[in-house]
């Protein structure tokens, strides 16, 4: 229970944190004007397969849970590390990303909108990487029989964490590729 | 004669939870007892008090008189913005933290926090917190851009020391800090009240900690968020507060949603201990409980939709400014709610004048002025004359020294016993307060003038015209009387601690549960708990016929 | 009441907010004696309350009896809220209506009749319309409604002449503006209100307010190019600037040094104070700039230089007759 309610509470406040960042972006790369250029320069396409594979690690790890729940290791071992994969799959999407960009002389530091993407995927970023490290050391704990029965609350807290760091990728993806073509085909 | 429970186990296997009679340091500095993280938060907080008051202290020496060259105007501007951030950050911050960590258990029954681990990082973040703000003194120059650190002001171009760098990693550390405490305040409360303490049943003290938890955990991000962009700016060349059209303004829009709530998280535990002690010194239960503990609520609600009061200046248009005027003025309400509600509880009592009581008493004055001078600010047109002036300054002392820090000095003086099993001296007390009450007095009240007269804030010396350098003078002097009246406090604290009368474990014959603990309480906190059916539990426990009736 | 008998007497005395000399600072002065009769009133209730409560209420040792344990009583809490609430309403009413009258908004701003620019510590003056550049020191006419724009070169600057009427930001990126009425001819003192670094506390500036005739022959004389220099010193004076950096921060008209970093020093001498109010205009003071600028004004953005005494008695003796 004190593990679950711990869990929301960093949820809500790690949401205002990103809130805010994307308050940032949205009024450095909207409010006077977006350049359409920006636009060009992000391969939309390639970067809503990635973001498919972090949602569907959403899906995964739920699975991984429902194992759990029913003491099945081997299933709880497997899902876990499909969702390891799948994050590693959308942060080397991301990487891909990023040098594509920075070749491109797109930069934190070139413009307005690079300050801003970098930042705020940037940070994202960082809490994929912190799920990853999570369910590093789930992984290494399961596989010392600490989770062989259900009952630990660390599993669904973990769970509650990673779905967070998807929904806010939607957002995210949402303020920063989607919303940008609308925009640009007004 | 009451159904006793015991007290249930601790539900996690508490490590280092070995307090034996020889506390050294590697125990203190080890330890994860909810006591011992209270008290070292309290003395965290008392010695950045003497470094920032030492601050002021330097500051008051510089204007006292026109044209003074006692300090360098890079030095003034350091020690302004070091004061204010000390203050805030780690002044009020760990002092508030401290009284929590070490009263929440005890209030509610319970034996520990809900991770007593993660209460261990929480200090140590704030330590290490201040440790990096101040480690910019020997790296080549503290922060100097005032508290708030305005951009562009804070950017590379303008301040080339890396003062500003350690002010944005050490805020961030003591932010993440700040986060986890609220985290696991609120979870303890949520979790570990004890058997019939009803959220509806709490004592107020942890009411208002328990509400502040949450305007922690709203506000705290979004001043990371700008530490973190404002780093990357420093660091890196972005270009989040240096951007054409509007830059400057971002860092003050994510500052302030997270300022305006920050002040009112420094003043709602304050709130916390008056309504105890109030109860207490007065021998009644509070007047209107559900209003004072929902008034409260309104003022955290209210405190997210007001931060552009700080922005009057910045030329918004009437629309904008009149939205957050009325917002500024409605947290007028709760509040009063409160001042009265406090008024009627001392109304009909049988009123103790301890030192406690006294503070709680002087508190009501003045901060009715300091918040009437708020109000003054939410009028959009009186703050457009008196915004950045020394009227502002008069403001944020007559909240933060009649509010939030008078309300330390009461809790210190009420709970000062529990944490030592020693009393403070009454008599030396009352010398105490007389002075600090005058010489508070005596320094802010004419800052109003010197306001409304025409000095702007932050300003290392001013030109002589009429009137400044006498109010200047008598401000710096009775800043002194502070200084004084502190170091009387810290030879009260240490000479109570060796010699002072011992207090038992109830001397104030209190209300709440805290004080059927031992003074100090041992390891477990409590030995034998009643079944709590009100919210004073050791009032119904001393007059089972006159029993609170919920 | 000892305070308020001290700000009687400023009033004679020091210009303030409180002693309003445009129609936009008579409203808001009128504005803060409202807020300060209530404000007064409701220090007054409560600390009286406070006063009576702790009188009739102590405890008297002998007697010690236990009060009777009230709850609450929600008429009571009811007079707590709708009394400051009638309260707040009146003032609300207040500041909209004063924000309206003084700053209304018009959908496009004229032509402004002058345009100052905040610098790291000092003010620039320019009044397009006539070609005319200053600083520091800004005329205009009394009685008349002249239109303010301001705006920054570097940091967050804040214009505030408390006898004239609000506040208003001097910001990097963004323009605003002012309107003013001046009631009489005047000089008023102001400062900058927003911390911008080592030297905010002098930023200080004055308004020159004239009759409109005296202000269009001001403005008639400062847009000539500058004198020259009249005597042996002040061309050997006038030689050194120009051969010196100096103009490539300063600006003086007629001449080769067109530096738009530092004040534009065409008739400086015609001003009455230097470095934002810290000294009046002499040539000893000029020379004592000149020869440590960093001493007199630590953090300025002029550098120190290494001169001779000879330069520098030619400098400020060609400084000081720009008249
Ligand atoms: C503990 C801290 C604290 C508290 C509690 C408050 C309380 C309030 N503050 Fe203050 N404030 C600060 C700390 C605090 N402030 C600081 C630090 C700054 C400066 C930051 C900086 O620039 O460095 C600041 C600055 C500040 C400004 C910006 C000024 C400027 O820079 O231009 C404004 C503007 O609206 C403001 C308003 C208010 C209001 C309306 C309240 C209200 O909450 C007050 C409510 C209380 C009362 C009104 C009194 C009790 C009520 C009654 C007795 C009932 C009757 C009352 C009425 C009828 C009104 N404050
Ligand atoms: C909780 C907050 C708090 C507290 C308690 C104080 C306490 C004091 N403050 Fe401060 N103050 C602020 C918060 C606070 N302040 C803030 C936020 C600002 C704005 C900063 C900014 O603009 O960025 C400010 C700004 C500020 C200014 C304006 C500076 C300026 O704008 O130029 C002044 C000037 O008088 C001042 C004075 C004082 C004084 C005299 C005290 C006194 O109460 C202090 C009394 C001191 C003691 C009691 C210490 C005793 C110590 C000794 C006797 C020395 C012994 C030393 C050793 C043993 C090492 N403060
Ligand atoms: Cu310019 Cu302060
Ligand atoms: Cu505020």
């Not at chain 3, 030297?199 to 004055?206: E, F, G, I």
């Amino acid at each position: 229970m004190e593990n679950k309610t711990m869990i929301k509470l960093v949820i809500g406040t790690e949401g205002i944190f990103f809130l805010a960042l994307i308050m940032a972006f949205v009024y450095m790369a909207f409010v006077s004007g977006y350049e359409p250029a920006n636009l060009h320069a992000l391969n939309i396409k390639l970067t809503a397969v990635f973001s498919c594979t972090l949602f569907a690690s959403s899906g995964t790890f739920w699975m991984a849970e429902k194992n759990y729940n029913n003491s099945n290791r081997k299933g709880l071992l497997t899902w876990l590390c499909v969702t390891m994969l799948l994050g590693l799959i959308f942060l080397g999407g991301q990487a891909h990303e990023y040098i594509g960009l920075i070749n491109k002389e797109i930069t934190l530091s070139s413009s307005l909108f690079g300050t801003s993407f970098f930042t705020l995927t940037g940070f994202h970023g960082l809490h994929v990487l912190i799920g990853l490290i999570v369910f590093g050391i789930l992984l290494v704990l399961i596989l010392l029989g600490d989770f062989d029965r259900p009952g630990s609350s660390v599993i669904a807290c973990a769970g509650m964490y990673w779905h967070f760091v998807d929904i806010v990728w939607l957002v995210v993806f949402t303020v920063v590729y989607v919303l940008p073509v609308i925009h640009v085909l007004k | 004669m009451t159904d006793n429970i015991k007290i249930p186990e601790t539900k996690q296997a508490i490590p280092g939870l070995s307090i034996n009679n020889n506390r050294g340091l590697l125990q203190w500095i080890t330890t994860v007892d909810h006591k011992q993280i209270g008290i070292m938060y309290l003395v965290v907080a008392v010695i950045f008090f003497l470094v920032g008051g030492l601050f002021a202290l330097l500051m008051r020496i510089q204007l006292a008189i026109p044209n003074n060259h006692f300090l360098s105007p890079e030095t003034y501007n350091q020690l302004f913005t070091m004061h204010g951030t000390t203050m805030i950050f780690f002044v009020m911050m760990p002092a508030i933290f401290g009284f929590s960590v070490y009263f929440i258990p005890l209030m509610i029954g319970a034996n520990e926090m809900a991770f007593p681990r993660l209460n261990a990082f929480s200090l140590w973040m704030t330590f290490f917190g201040g440790f990096v703000l101040y480690f910019s003194f020997a790296a080549g120059g503290a922060p100097d851009a005032g508290w708030f650190n305005y951009a562009p002001l804070n950017e590379k171009n303008y301040s080339s020391s890396p003062g500003i760098d350690y002010y944005c990693m050490g805020l961030f550390l003591a932010g993440i800090g700040s986060i986890t405490t609220a985290i696991n305040i609120i979870v303890t409360v949520l979790h570990y009240r004890i058997q019939g303490m009803s959220l509806t049943k709490l004592p107020l003290f942890v009411w208002m900690v328990f509400v502040n938890a949450f305007l922690i955990l709203g506000a705290l991000p979004s001043l990371n968020a700008a530490l973190a962009m404002l780093l990357l700016d420093r660091q890196f060349d972005a270009h989040f507060f240096t951007a054409p059209g509007g830059g400057a303004l971002l860092w003050q829009h994510l500052f302030w949603l997270f300022g305006h709530p920050e002040v009112y998280i420094l003043i709602l535990p304050a709130f916390g201990i008056y309504s105890e002690v109030f109860q207490v010194f007065s021998g009644k239960r509070i007047f209107g409980y559900s209003f004072v503990a929902l008034s409260a609520v309104a003022i955290a609600l209210l405190s997210f939709g007001v931060w552009m009061h700080h922005m009057f200046a910045v030329g918004s248009g009437t629309a904008v400014n009149s939205f957050f005027s009325a917002s500024s003025m409605l947290i007028g309400i709760p509040t009063g709610i409160k001042i009265f509600n406090w008024l009627a509880t001392m109304y009909g009592g049988n009123i103790r004048f301890t030192v406690s009581m006294m503070f709680a008493i002087a508190f009501l004055v003045e901060f009715t002025i300091g918040g009437l001078t708020g109000i003054a600010f939410s009028i959009v047109p009186l703050d457009w004359q008196l915004t950045d002036t020394y009227y502002v300054v008069a403001h944020i002392h007559y909240v933060f020294i009649g509010g939030s820090l008078f309300g330390i000095f009461s809790g210190l003086f009420y709970w000062f016993p529990k944490l030592t099993g020693r009393l403070l001296s009454e008599k030396a007390g009352k010398w105490f307060f007389w002075l600090f009450v005058i010489g508070f007095n005596g320094t802010f009240f004419i800052q109003h003038i010197l306001g409304i007269l025409g000095m702007p804030r932050r300003v290392y010396t001013y030109p002589d015209l009429p009137w400044y350098g006498f109010f200047n003078f008598i401000s710096s002097a009775s800043a002194m009387l502070m200084g004084i009246a502190f170091l009387l406090l810290l030879w009260m604290i240490h000479s109570a601690r060796k010699h002072g009368t011992a207090s038992g474990s109830d001397p104030w014959d209190g209300f709440t549960l805290e004080w059927m603990a031992a003074s100090p309480p041992g390891n477990q906190n409590f030995d034998r708990l009643p079944v709590v059916h009100s919210r004073r539990p050791l009032w119904d426990l001393k007059h089972p016929d006159n029993a609170d009736d919920e | 009441m000892l305070t308020l008998l001290n700000i009687c007497l400023t009033r004679r005395l020091l210009q303030s907010m409180l002693n309003p000399s445009s129609e936009q600072a008579d409203r808001i002065a009128r504005l803060f004696n409202y807020f300060n009769v209530a404000a007064g009133g409701m220090v007054l209730l409560v600390s009286g309350l406070t006063l009576y409560i702790c009188i009739r209420f102590r405890s008297k040792k002998t007697t010690r009896h236990i009060p009777e344990q009230t709850k609450g009583n929600n008429k009571v809490e009811a007079l707590m809220i709708t009394v400051p609430g009638i309260l707040l309403a009146f003032f609300f009413y207040q500041t909209v209506s004063v924000m309206h009258s003084v700053a209304p908004e018009p959908d496009h701003f004229p032509p402004p009749d002058v345009i100052i620019t905040g610098h790291q510590f000092w003010w620039e003056v320019r009044y397009s319309a006539a070609g005319v550049t200053s600083a520091n020191e800004i005329h205009l006419p009394a009685g008349k409604r002249v239109l303010l724009e301001l705006k920054s070169a570097d940091v967050i600057h804040d214009w505030w002449v408390p006898a004239l009427r609000n506040k208003m930001d001097l910001i990097p990126g963004k323009i605003n503006h002012l309107w003013l009425n001046i009631n009489k001819a005047d000089t008023y003192a102001g400062v900058c209100s927003e911390f911008c670094g080592a030297q905010h506390a002098w930023m200080r500036m004055n308004v020159m307010a004239t009759d409109s005739t005296s202000y269009r022959h001001w403005l008639q004389e400062e847009a000539a190019t500058a004198l020259h220099p009249a005597d042996s010193l002040s061309a050997k004076g006038s030689v050194i600037f120009a051969a010196k950096t100096c103009g490539g921060c300063h600006n003086i008209s007629g001449t080769a040094s067109t530096g738009q970093v530092g004040p534009d020093l065409t008739h400086f001498a015609s001003r009455e104070k230097m470095l934002g109010g810290i000294m009046p205009v002499t040539e000893e003071n000029i020379y004592r700039w000149l020869s440590h600028p960093q001493e007199i004004k630590p953090g300025s953005k002029m550098p120190n230089f290494i001169f001779s005494n000879d330069t520098l008695k030619a400098l400020s003796h060609y400084l000081g007759q720009l008249k």
